[in-house]
């Protein structure tokens, strides 16, 4: 079996060698360059730009604006973002973009850029803070809003209870790859290549905008250097370059600057969480109240459902969640990694820490008190549920048992020593998706889906799950991906590339093999003939009788001896009724210990270990990998993260990666490890697997934070913690 094992990535060499394409570097014969110029104020109006200067600029081919640009449709999709695509003159944040340079090369396009100008009209003031809102947004989207019992009622009734504001600010994806979109009409098709985790999505805005059949758009992303909810959904640089294209008849490549990646592709937005947690003398919660506060933008509506996680994640006979959303002259806000569970456990496994000193329980303990043995919103049984396994083991290997009840109680030297841990949670989500598969005549097997790579490991645990499911040798098996012509796939968010897409594959798999057994057992020349079909079996290339391996022959051997040498097939894959029978989600247990300098404030990690509870690793590799960077991002969300707002115009001051702090790996300890419970769930999915992209950020935020208050006896409520909230 391959499904499990750590093996390395198979597109490994092609990127550390540079072979690996990415969106921005397909040289299409007659290739010209488009640069976005991006507004200098938050609000008004455009009143004219001037773009005479440009056009007479060497090389520029066009220049787009409010004033010339195609009329498209920009109608929105669910789950789709409002696109600032040159349709009318409004300005509804700084960095917005309002026009678009072409030329023949990037340099002279980003020169021309610079003869661009643009006069304002009716701008004011930056609305920045929640209190100059123009607008207060109150979704109706089920489960935002949630309520069990009399939660107020049963807060002001318990013994024991915590009453906190968390908060957290806005912060910016930053993929290492920035975005870019390489664009080239054929008459009315229209070929893509983006940097997205979707095809598909991108696929069909691009066909709703330009008015096309979605057949006549192609959308290739092979490979993709970071997405995290990013390139979730198509931006507007994506239509852009589309109709850069249109209008001067060449290819046009549209790569977003460093700097522009705080312009139009999204951030998770700054939220204030009120969570207050009630609970009886012997540690039974008894209310739970989670208000979430958030910035959107005046023109889109997202909104990230951090109190979704308080709904199931412990025992409680009362509950009110509530979430709204402010509108400011801001861009509009997206997923990014664990969107909601994220922030949510930062605000809620903080509480429940200070809930614990409160009772004078241990964390653990506590957690362990108002464990759910069933979802406690619907009453349905868990598909599986590790999460007790976890923090025993997480516990134990932490050595929790040497922590002292008391904060403020270690100390080395100068530094103030403590340990902290949170809980993990992400839901286990799936969605339809197809595969086909092609055996050639020399046995080797292809199978394919449109599904995108975004870094996690997709083409290594789909060809791990393709040769486990064909039989066929994993040297000999090729997974491919990233095409919008290849069967459907959803795009790579929300942690459901590997239940969604594995399922398919395997489904493939296993009909391509059952196909070729069928062929074996009929056909009078094969060693197989008249065998029972369930008593093959596949591996390595090779059809035999089970208990009798010697009994067989190869898979090239079978299709030697037909007229058309090679065999094809095709699946569907869809979640079914398990969905509404089954609660199904990934657990798991942060721990994190840091050293606080007493005079200085300076926070140092010096451990942190995960352990997980998520169905089927599928690659003990690339999961421990994907565990360890959701770590190292709760990380950087507690210690380091902050995008800043200058309130007088809307600017964001750290728009580089300069001042914009991420950590390093100075910034991250030796000593940090990602471990699993071997968790089999029959319900989930096909593979078993619940996708492990998201769940390592959620719970370590917290888990630092915890592990801050443990050290100083400091409570920093407020992201990122920053020297000066510890000292003083
Ligand atoms: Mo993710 S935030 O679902 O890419």
Known sequence: MNVGKGLTRVDGRAKVTGSAKYSAEYALPRLTYAVMITSTRP????????????????????????????????????????????????????????????ADSFERATYAATLVRAKYASAGPARLRFADASETVTPARPGLQAKRGDADAAFAAAPVKVDNRYTIPTEHHNPMEPHATTA?????????YDATQGVSRVQGRLATTFDLPTQNVRVIAKYIGGGFGSKGTPWAHVIL??????????????????????????????????????????????AQIHEVTM???????????????????????????????????????????APG?????????????????????????????????????????????????????GAEKFGWADRPAQPRAMRKGNDLIGMGMATAVYPANRSAASASATMHADGS????????????????????????????????????????????????GGSTTAASVGSAVKAVGLVLRDELIALAVADAASPLHGRASSAIEAADGRLFVRDQATVGETFAAILARQSVPTLSAAADSAPGPEQKQYAMYSFGAQFAEVRVDADLGTVRLSRMLGVFGAGKILNAKTGRSQFLGGMVWGASMALHEATRYDERNGRIMNANLGEYLVPVNADIPAAIEALWIDEIDPHVNLVGAKGIG????????????????????????????SPEKLIG
């Open 241 to 286: 370059a589309a109709m850069a294209a249109k209008v001067v008849q060449r290819p046009v490549k549209l790569a977003l600057t460093r700097p522009q990646m705080w312009s139009s592709v999204g951030y998770r937005p700054r939220l204030e969480q009120r969570v207050a947690l009630a609970a009886d003398a012997s540690g039974a919660l008894q």
């Open 341 to 393: 569970e994220s922030s949510g456990t930062f605000a809620l496994e903080s509480a429940m820490d200070e809930l614990a000193y409160a009772l004078r329980i241990d964390p653990i303990a506590l957690r362990l008190r108002n464990y759910a043995e069933t979802d406690p919103e619907t009453g349905n049984p868990w598909s599986s549920k590790s999460l007790r396994e976890c923090y025993t083991l």
């Open 445 to 492: 097997v292809l199978v394919q889906s449109g599904a995108v790579d975004i870094g996690t490991g997709s083409y290594t645990i789909f060809r791990q799950i393709a040769a486990d499911a064909v039989g066929s040798a994993y040297e000999r098996t090729v997974f491919d991906l990233g095409d919008s012509s290849m069967p459907h796939s959803p795009g790579s």
């Open 184 to 192: 080239a009409w054929d008459g009315d098709m229209l070929t893509v």
């Open 295 to 337: 910035q959107t933008a005046q023109f889109d509506d997202f909104i990230e459902g951090s109190a979704g996680q308080t709904t199931m994640l412990y025992t409680s006979p009362t509950l009110r969640t509530s979430h709204v959303a402010k509108r400011l002259d801001v861009a509009t806000p997206t997923f990014m990694r």
């Open 43 to 102: 609000n008004g109006t455009v009143a004219a730009i001037d773009k005479k200067a440009a056009m007479a600029a060497p090389g520029v081919l066009a220049v787009l604006t409010h004033e010339n640009a195609p009329r498209v449709k920009n109608k929105v999709s669910p789950g789709d973002r409002v696109l600032p695509i040159l349709q009318d003159n409004l300005v509804r944040y700084d960095r917005q973009p309002i026009a678009v340079v072409v």
């Open 694 to 721: 998201e769940i390592g950020i959620t719970g370590a935020a917290a888990a630092i934070a915890n592990a801050v208050f443990h050290a100083t006896g400091k409570r920093v409520r407020d992201l990122p913690i």
